[in-house]
């Protein structure tokens, strides 16, 4: 999970200039990053969900996690769109990988504070 964490902070700037240079290949190498970021990321964190749920309980936590994550991947979509409406779609993209960059570091500094020790 904090691989894919990690991952994600050079693919949101790949992506981001992808769209300054307009390059297609570019485009094509910060789409698998960030792919590969986020299978990481799902992977962890539904292992840490799966981890902490309860056994009578799993089924609804998942659930519920599922729910938080496809939120998760639509709001910054409708963000963007509102936004490009408004500033350009360069400006909005640039503004929510901004933000979700921060939202990650945050995310690292947290997991490596609390994670496990093995």
Do not use: Q
């Not at 292992?47 to 998942?62: C, L």
């Not at 929510?96 to 997991?111: K, P, Q």
């Amino acid at each position: 999970m904090l691989g894919g964490l990690a991952l994600l902070l050079p693919a949101l700037a790949l992506l981001v200039a992808t769209e300054l240079f307009r390059s297609t290949p570019l485009l094509v190498f910060a789409a698998a990053i960030a792919g590969v970021a986020g299978a990481l990321g799902y992977r962890g964190s539904l292992e840490v969900v799966n981890r902490i749920a309860p056994a009578d309980r799993r089924g609804e936590t998942v659930s519920s996690y599922l729910i938080a994550v496809y939120a998760g991947n639509s709001l910054p979509v409708i963000g963007v769109g509102i936004l490009s409406a408004a500033a350009g779609p360069l400006a909005a993209h640039a503004v929510f990988a901004g933000l979700i960059g921060i939202l990650a570091v945050i995310a690292l500094v947290t997991g490596f504070k609390y994670a496990p020790e093995s």
